[in-house]
């Protein structure tokens, strides 16, 4: 249940099913009922499957148990609650303006553009493509890179028929470009080959 003037969602799960969505229906945060292929559930669950390969991009980087990973393991927790106040939004029907929601704001984006540009500001200058590859966490950041840019296209295409908040477009496409400036990085940082694409090979 949502309380109005809340700040956040009054969240209690103490049931995992109740049967309600046997059907293929669900409700939205607002109450209303849809089907559960409709553009605004395929939005939020892209978002759901993100967080859940941006939390798997930080369990590989605690398992290196390398010190130099630990802002970037912070950021990676950080990045997983704002995931999940994106989504928040996403699963919202257009009718739910009198309930305070968690939500993005410029100041998210901004943080990504400062960790991209540090991160890449080492970085060697690239001259060709760079395939996914050369090591697991290399190629796990590129899978949630790549499942980003999806749940950009899906929010997108909500973006055109509904309304959304632009700050949540703006924050995704950051977010894949901070994912690949990432993979580059983890892969120097582990001193791990990088791949370059190979025109006609």
Not at 40 to 51: C, F, K, Q, S, T
Not at 105 to 113: F, G, P, Q, R
Not at 119 to 130: D, G
Not at 173 to 182: G, I, K, P, T
Request: proline share 3%.
């Amino acid at each position: 249940m949502i309380k109005k003037t809340s700040t956040a969602p009054n969240i209690r799960i103490n049931k995992v099913y109740t049967r309600s969505g046997d059907a293929g229906k669900t409700r939205l945060i607002g109450g209303k009922e849809c089907y559960k292929n409709d553009m605004r559930v395929e939005a939020y669950g892209v978002i759901d499957e993100l967080n859940a390969h941006i939390g798997l991009c930080r369990e590989m980087l605690i398992n290196q148990k390398d010190t130099t990973l630990a802002e970037l393991i912070h950021l990676f927790q950080i990045i997983q609650n704002e995931l999940f106040n994106l989504g928040t939004q996403l699963a919202s029907s257009d009718n739910t303006n009198d309930y305070k929601l968690p939500h993005l704001t410029d100041d998210a984006v901004a943080n990504l553009e400062n960790e991209i540009d540090k991160a890449n500001k080492n970085l060697p200058e690239l001259e060709s493509f760079v395939l996914p590859g050369g090591s697991c966490i290399n190629a796990q950041f590129h899978i949630a890179r790549n499942i980003c840019r999806r749940a950009e296209r899906r929010a997108v295409e909500l973006s055109l028929d509904e309304s959304i908040d632009p700050i949540n477009l703006k924050y995704l496409n950051r977010l894949s470009d901070a994912l690949f400036v990432w993979s580059r990085w983890i892969s120097a940082i582990l001193n791990d080959s990088e791949h370059l694409w190979i025109p006609n090979k």
